[in-house]
RNA sequence: GCUCCUGUAGAGUAAUCGGUUCAACUCGUCGCUCUUUCACAGCGGAGAUUGCGGGUUCGAAUCCCGUCAGGAGUACCA
């Protein structure tokens, strides 16, 4: 068998969203297992949805995240060009062919017409579909006279060619995650191929374009499964079933487990954001006051276990109801989107993101602190599993375990907990100096320095209780400069007054000690505690927070030497009086 | 409405295409151990009548039928 080869086909109509990033790792995984090639394409068949700079996001995304590609427009490669407005002139040539074949037809309703018949069979109660049954009936080149046709071509009349689905068939994809997948011929609709514009619709554009690039398996969202038939009929229709890519449709990635985060502690927020996205939503609603809906929106988020069933139409719901639980239902379940992560507070794209308007903007999970590793980690469990208890891979190592049989079908849930735990994973089991280096600027930037040693001993002490490495300098900021404050509740609790004096009489032996080693200091600070009959905590609780500010961390013993004696000496004067002033 | 897809603990998944065992593992949660503290680590607990109801079978999470729920699609958007 030939070389598999896989395209990845976003839009430029916007920042990629988490979920296009793992369709393009899983069609990367594919393609390196099977030592294929993963190629770019964009889709940018739609002007009017066109965004600037959406094109380079993407490739910029995928540079972060470190999947290769072997062919994209930038890059270029045997098969381009890879952006599909510069095809256009082809796809209008495969169109006519499809017509003159008689797989499709010219159609000459605007939309206006169309929005007009659509309206009508709806008041009757019915759908509209433009199929095999309404074709008859409407303005096309099989309707139409030959010659009536042929008029309005000359004359440079608007129109569309839309695909002639054929009557009383199966028509049938065998997929690779969900097996075969059947549809009725009769009630497929007769999509439009061509647009009046002279551009392609992603169907025709897609499966011109998988064919011509070689393409052997199409790999993406499940959103494309409904519309798959007629990719399969376009492939016959223009000859080239023999060459027909194998399809794989990916399960969706959705909104996290209501009961997930929410709680009684965070559900006053939680309903007011509600509260005014209803309103935002819903104008013109004014069969309850914001009161109202608060206080309905409210006790349905206090009943998280019984949430789903909260949330569903009752029959005997009145109106006002069930447009509240209709938007519950849509902004609680379902396919994750941006606005989930404003609501929710964590990333939803890869980086961050400043469209033309002020608003258009939020940060990526690059700039929330994310090793792009952990994120590909991530994403790649979410819909896949490699069948063992294995869960932190490697980019190659992922390659070697992938397979597509083993990706479930069923929507996976988001889980941001999860997606932390990966990035402490890495963090703790990362090499000390890379850290270090990390950390670097980010110390710089407050205005501290530090030496590269001094760096690499914070991050091994520091590492195991982070999520990220950028939450380091913070919490150990106390050894970077002197301007840090004490933890007052702590401070006032551990210090007693009993023991003021021997906790004083400590820090002369610490001045009187030369070897301020982290092992030293626990053999003599550890003496002094049996010498005196004290308590560890009596002693080496308020240690900590005079020197550090805060009532936890790494050793201690290793705090003191990294701070050296100067330092230590100086602080804890400082502390212990302070301490005692607050005993009053 | 119609079409298609899906339904295993709070979450992510597993269970060699019906068959030993308490339905397994990870995250989260709770507790214990370790420790001056926080975290890490280790151990343990709670949490699932495998959406529900039938059926086939000696035996079903796995097969069949029905039903409910959720999602996606239903544009001259991708």
């Known amino acids: 068998m030939s070389k598999p080869r896989v395209r990845f086909a976003p839009s430029p109509t916007g920042a990629l969203h988490i979920g296009g990033l793992r369709t393009a790792l899983y069609n990367y995984l594919f393609a390196k297992k099977m030592g294929g090639e993963f190629i770019l394409r964009i889709e940018d068949t739609d002007q009017t949805r066109y965004v600037p700079g959406a094109e380079d996001y993407i490739m910029e995304a995928l540079e972060w995240t470190g999947l290769a590609l072997a062919e994209s427009p930038k890059i270029?490669?045997?098969?381009?060009?890879?952006?599909?407005?510069?095809?256009?002139?082809?796809?209008a040539d495969f169109g006519?062919?499809?017509?003159k074949n008689n797989w499709a037809y010219y159609a000459f309703?605007?939309?206006?017409?169309?929005?007009a018949e659509r309206l009508k069979v709806e008041s009757?109660?019915?759908?509209?579909?433009?199929?095999?049954?309404?074709?008859?009936?409407?303005?096309?080149?099989?309707?139409?006279?030959?010659?009536?046709?042929?008029?309005?071509?000359?004359?440079?009349?608007?129109?569309?060619?839309?695909?002639?689905?054929?009557?009383?068939?199966i028509v049938y994809v065998e997929d690779i995650i969900r097996g075969r997948v059947e549809f009725q011929s009769n009630l497929l609709d007769d999509k439009v191929m061509l647009k009046s514009d002279g551009m392609p619709t992603y169907h025709l554009a897609n499966v011109v374009d998988d064919y011509h690039m070689k393409i052997t398996h199409v790999i993406r969202g499940e959103e494309w499964l409904p519309s798959t038939a007629h990719h399969v009929l376009l492939y016959r229709a223009l000859g080239w079933e023999d060459q027909m890519p194998q399809f794989a449709h990916l399960p969706l990635i959705l909104k996290p487990a209501p009961a997930s985060y929410i709680n009684p502690k965070k559900v006053d927020g939680l309903t007011e954001k509600f509260t005014s996205e209803f309103f935002k939503k819903h104008p013109d609603f004014t069969l309850k006051s914001k009161e109202q809906v608060y206080q309905m929106i409210r006790g349905i988020l206090l009943d998280v276990k019984d949430i789903s069933n909260r949330v569903q139409v009752k029959p005997k719901d009145k109106e006002d109801k069930i447009v509240i639980k209709e938007f519950l239902k849509s902004t609680l379940f379902g396919k994750l989107s941006k606005r989930d992560g404003d609501r929710l507070g964590f990333p939803v794209f890869p980086l961050s993101w400043q469209g033309e308007k002020a608003d258009d903007h939020f940060t990526g999970f690059q700039e929330v602190g994310f090793d792009p590793k952990a994120l590909l980690n991530?994403?790649?469990?979410?819909?896949?599993?490699?069948?063992?208890?294995?869960?932190?891979?490697?980019?190659?190592?992922?390659?070697?375990?992938f397979s597509l049989e083993r990706i479930g079908k069923s929507g996976a849930r988001f889980d941001y907990e999860k997606a932390k735990w990966f990035n402490q994973q890495y963090l703790i089991h990362?090499?000390?100096q890379e850290i270090a280096a990390q950390l670097k600027?980010?110390?710089?930037?407050?205005?501290?320095?530090?030496?590269?040693?001094?760096?690499?001993?914070?991050?091994?002490?520091f590492k195991e209780r982070a999520s990220f490495t950028k939450d380091i300098p913070d919490a150990a900021l106390f050894l970077f400069t002197d301007d840090f404050s004490y933890d007052e509740k702590n401070g006032r609790k551990k210090w007693k007054a009993a023991h003021a004096e021997k906790n004083h009489a400590l820090i002369n032996i610490l001045k009187e000690t030369s070897d301020f080693s982290a092992e030293n200091l626990e053999t003599i600070i550890k003496g002094f505690i049996e010498e005196n009959g004290l308590g560890?905590?009596?002693?080496?609780?308020?240690?900590?927070i005079a020197v550090s500010g805060k009532a936890g961390g790494p050793s201690l013993f290793d705090i003191l030497a990294l701070l050296g004696k100067e330092k230590t000496v100086d602080r804890l004067e400082k502390g212990y009086a302070h301490f005692a002033s607050l005993q009053v």
């Open 76 to 91: 270029g490669g045997d098969y381009g060009p890879y952006r599909q407005s510069e095809r256009k002139s082809m796809y």
């Open 96 to 99: 006519h062919q499809l017509v």
């Open 109 to 115: 309703d605007t939309a206006e017409e169309l929005d």
């Open 124 to 169: 009757d109660g019915g759908t509209f579909s433009y199929n095999v049954h309404s074709r008859g009936n409407l303005k096309n080149s099989l309707t139409l006279g030959e010659k009536e046709v042929k008029a309005l071509l000359d004359a440079g009349a608007d129109f569309t060619i839309r695909l002639k689905c054929p009557a009383d068939e």
């Open 378 to 401: 991530f994403l790649a469990f979410l819909g896949w599993n490699p069948g063992t208890d294995q869960e932190i891979f490697s980019l190659e190592e992922l390659v070697e375990s």
């Open 430 to 432: 990362g090499n000390d």
């Open 441 to 461: 600027p980010m110390i710089e930037e407050k205005g501290w320095t530090a030496s590269d040693e001094k760096l690499q001993k914070v991050a091994s002490l």
């Open 536 to 544: 560890f905590g009596d002693v080496m609780a308020p240690l900590r």
